[in-house]
């Protein structure tokens, strides 16, 4: 059973009948296939378990550099209790040239960064919604993924994708492209046995299951279920 660090070191080891002491496998070698493969399947879904809710207080600035977060993962934010409602890139642009003192609750984000409507009625505590880098210090062999609490089949995957890693070192280029593949379809299986759980989630009736999509050029938000030149 894979839990922490120094259990994918051994196995490792074992599965190449190898040792750290003849130099070839060292230490920090295998400590750095740990990290390479970990960002791998960390960064092969969005997990829920990288799920992660930032919070901080609120100041009128329109660019935000919340770090520890990835990219355009953030879908939900709040400010000040009040939801801040998520515009596509061009369309935050539009919305700003051509209403620049608009006090419109949007926001969007591009280039690792979120821009936040300045001029949006709103004050006190923001609260954002998105997936976070996970991190892992590899220099504390007792240290966990974060698939060991979750579903350790996701550590079966890293160990296939450092097992692609030292066979890719010894130039057994099929070995090392038969363990990628199979870190690959464990990870499939993990995300399909999440999937499976979707279906439970329901929408709340009074919202009736349709989002609001902001109009740029007419104003205001749309419903969804009505489309421009849709007859």
Known sequence: MIE???????????ELSASTTSGYYSDTILKDWVKQSYAFATGYKKWPMTEGRLQTTYASTEEWNLEGYKADSFKIMT??????????????LLFREESSSGDDRVFSDFGGLVYINPNADVSGTLVAYGQYNPLL???DLSATTIFTNFDLEGNRAMLHEMLSYAYWREREFNMADVH???????????????????YKY???????GMFDRFDVLGGGYNKDEFKR???
Request: hydrophobic share 35%; net charge negative; no cysteine.
């Open 202 to 208: 329901q929408t709340h009736p009074d919202r009736g």
């Open 4 to 14: 922490n660090i120094g259990d994918f070191i051994d196995e490792v080891l074992v």
């Open 79 to 92: 400010i000040g209790g009040k939801r801040i409602k998520k515009l596509n890139f061009e369309d935050y």
């Open 229 to 231: 030149n849709q007859f």
């Open 137 to 139: 210090d590899v220099t």
């Open 180 to 198: 990628h593949k199979k870190a690959i379809e464990i990870l499939d299986n993990v995300w399909n046995r999440i999937s499976k759980e979707q």
